[in-house]
Every structure is written in C-alpha cells, then in structure tokens.
C-alpha cells in the first residue's frame, strides 16, 4: 500500500485531495492531528480517529493529540478541574490503543489557548463570522436546544488551533467537516494557511444501525467493557445479511453496523480474521480482506451469528490493553 492510499484509506472525505497528495509525496516531518474532549475512557469514536493516526503514523508522519480540556469546557462537560483531571488519564489510553508512543505529541488546550496572542486571533477570528455560520458549524457536536456563546467561540477556537499546533493535516469524523470549512474560509483572514483535513466515517449504533453510535446514547463500546460486556453487546447488534440494509419503516436510512465495525475497526488493525466455527457448519473461515467478508454474508456463506462471534473476539483484542490499563 503506497502512502496516499494508506492516508486516504476508509476516508469518508479529503479535503482537498491535491492538497492530500502532496503530503503523501513527502510524509516524513509532517504533523497531522486531532483533538478530543477528554472523557477519561477511550470509546469506539476515539478508536476510530486513533486507526486513522496509526495509518498515519505508518505512513511517515508525526502526530499530535490535542486534550482539548478548554473546548470540553466550552461544551459544559464538567468543572475545569474535573476535565483536567480526565484528560491525564486519556494520554495512556492512547498509547495502550496502539498509537506510537515515540512519536505522539499530547498536548492540553489550555497549554496554549489561554495566551495572549491566541486570544487577540481568535478575536479577530469572531469579528470575521457570522453568529450563524458559527452556530452551524456545531450542529453536529453539541446537542442541546440553546445556543451559549461559548459554543460560538469553540469552532473558531478549534479552527484557530491549527495554525497554533503547527499541523499540516487535522484530522476528525465527519460530525467536525464543517468546523473544518468555516477554518478554511476564515484563517486566511489573520493571514494563515486554509488547512486540510481528512474525515472518518460516522458508525451506526450498533443495536439499531440507525443514526450514529455515540457515547451518550445507545450501545457504545468502550476500553471499560469487560469481554462479556463486548459480546452481550455485539450479540445484540442489528445485523442483517447485507451491507445496504432497507430503510426502516418510517424512511430513516440504516446500516449494518456490525460490517462497517469489522471494516473500520477490525481490518485496519488486523492483516487476517478467521471466523471459527465448528467442522459441521462448514469449520474455520480466514479472511484477508473486508470485501470478502462482506461477500460471504451477502451470499449466506457466512452466517450472521457467527460474523458476530468473530467481531466480538477482534473487539476484546482491540480492547483489552486499554482494560488492563485502566486497571492499573
Ligand atoms: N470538536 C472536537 C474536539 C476538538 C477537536 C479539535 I481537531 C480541536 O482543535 C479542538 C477540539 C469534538 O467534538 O470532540
């Protein structure tokens, strides 16, 4: 795999992509990253943007991981002492994940956020926008029915972030695109570079493949789940035997989840996945690549029940050094 395809590879969107190959024509040096809202215990979104970190890793580049413990605050996440104290635990949960410890850069917002020179750029980044544009921005990552100004001032803050951390690529699902836009038609205003990113995926929930899977509703997976908690959950999961799912009743689109965790979870991290089963079903099948996979399902080869007993031990594996971690 050559280095664009290993930087673009499960990408829901490059922004652009030009811009995308001319990092991969010379990866080495270069810094991409993504922040988080600390929450101490790494769940499957986390994995998702950290499997995107390790494929760039693995293509030449260094990587910074903002704790974002301003922006947690912004987004009423807790008191700042709180998010803080999460934050400190969230570094080794990465690095128990798999991210390159030699050549991972964490760094607290408030580090750099706070400065003058910050602050004084980010005003001149709020005389440049609009309230709604700024309103829109977030759409996807707050919920709650009124807007605060705090919540106008953290896409501008995150934008500003780029230029601050010295990035050439920021990296994030795709519920941060629009962040990533207003960044690009507004940091020219204060004479900095628009910057590229890379989007991942947004999953299913598990349990319903509807809408997307995330911590504060529905069935999530995190480092906290035991390997019975991991295959309660799994074993649950919607699972119909395709990748494109009829719409449910009402007209809301769905998916498979269980396919989009073995291909955005699973294979980026594991070269093979065999599929134990007993000889009398058929015994053991080996996989190499995700379109297998998915093909055997499709055609009835693979049976639902067993994909999900499969997927349940990749999980555990995925999970379990982030479990002994944080019984630590
Ligand atoms: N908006 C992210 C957190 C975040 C991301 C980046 I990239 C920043 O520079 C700052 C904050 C979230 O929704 O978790």
Redesign the pocket.
């Known amino acids: 795999m050559d280095a664009y395809e290993r930087i673009t590879r499960n990408a829901a969107e490059v922004v652009t992509e030009e811009e995308i190959e001319a990092l991969a024509d010379d990866p080495d040096g270069k810094r991409a ?5 600390p929450s101490g215990v790494l769940h499957i979104g986390h994995m998702l943007t950290a499997n995107k970190l390790i494929d760039l890793q693995e293509a030449g580049f260094e990587v910074t991981v ?1 704790l ?1 413990d301003v ?2 605050y912004l ?1 009423d996440k807790g008191s700042f002492e709180e998010i803080r104290h999460t934050a400190e635990r969230m570094r080794d949960q990465f690095i128990a994940y798999g991210l390159d410890e030699s050549n991972t850069q964490f760094v607290l ?1 408030s580090d750099f956020q706070l400065d003058d020179d910050y602050t004084l750029d980010l005003h001149s980044l709020e005389l440049e926008t609009t309230l709604a544009r700024a309103e829109r921005a977030m759409a996807e ?1 707050t919920s709650g029915d009124s807007v605060k100004v705090s919540q106008a001032v ?2 501008l ?3 500003l ?2 230029p601050y ?1 010295g990035v050439d690529l ?4 795709m ?2 695109r629009k ?2 836009m207003l960044a690009r038609d507004v940091l020219p205003s204060i004479d900095r570079e628009p910057p590229t990113s890379l989007h991942t995926p947004l999953i299913a929930d598990l349990g319903t493949g509807r809408g997307k899977m995330s911590s504060s509703e529905g069935v999530t997976i995190s480092m906290e789940d035991s390997r019975e908690d991991i295959e309660s959950k799994v074993n649950d999961a919607y699972c119909p035997p395709t990748a494109d799912p009829e719409p449910t009743d009402d007209g809301e689109a769905r998916e498979n989840p269980v396919l989009q965790v073995f291909e955005y979870h699973v294979f980026p991290r594991f070269d093979a996945v065999v599929v134990e089963r007993p000889e009398e079903y058929g015994g053991d099948l080996e996989y190499e690549s995700y379109d297998a996979l998915e093909a055997d399902l499709e055609s009835g080869e693979l049976h639902p029940a067993d994909a999900k007993g499969a997927l349940a031990e990749y999980l555990d594996r995925l999970i379990a050094p982030g479990r002994e971690q944080l019984a630590e």
């Open positions: 990253y993504v922040g988080y809202e903002l974002a922006h947690a987004n917002g990552i953290y896409p803050m995150q934008a972030d780029i951390l920021a990296v994030g699902g519920e941060q962040v990533h």
